[in-house]
């Protein structure tokens, strides 16, 4: 699996997680990197994005709430989200641009597998 994302789980009201995406091993290159997220009966969303020189941008949704470093070294990115409130209940996804490995292939765009995140008292 290209992306592998983890760290979801049932977090109160106010709580704090930390999501991570980690690359596979054959990955050496991976240009801009983010989290897209999707609730029940909704379509998927942006969340963040960084870009490899370390620029980000967040949805409004969540401004001041998420931060989304990444660490190029290891080919990972985080998604730290603080003061959850159960609008933010949704599977994320973490999402790499440009992604390039070992063998030589290039992929315009790779997805990780979703991990559930749910706030509820």
């Known amino acids: 699996v290209p992306l592998q994302a983890s760290g979801g789980g049932l977090v109160q009201p106010g709580g704090s997680l930390r999501l991570s995406c980690a690359a596979s091993?054959?990955?050496?290159?991976?240009?801009?990197m983010a989290w897209y997220r999707q609730a029940p009966g909704k379509q998927r969303e942006l969340v963040a994005r960084i870009t490899r020189s370390g620029s980000t941008m967040y949805a409004d949704s969540v401004k001041g709430r998420f931060t989304i470093p990444r660490d190029n070294a290891k080919n990972m990115v985080y998604l730290q989200m603080n003061s959850l409130s159960p609008q933010d209940t949704a599977v994320y996804y973490c999402?790499?641009?440009?992604?390039?490995?070992?063998?030589?292939?290039?992929?315009?765009?790779?997805w990780g597998q979703g991990t559930l995140v749910t706030v509820s008292s």
């Open positions: 091993g054959r990955v050496v290159s991976i240009d801009d």
């Open positions: 999402n790499a641009a440009k992604v390039v490995f070992s063998d030589g292939l290039r992929l315009r765009e790779v």
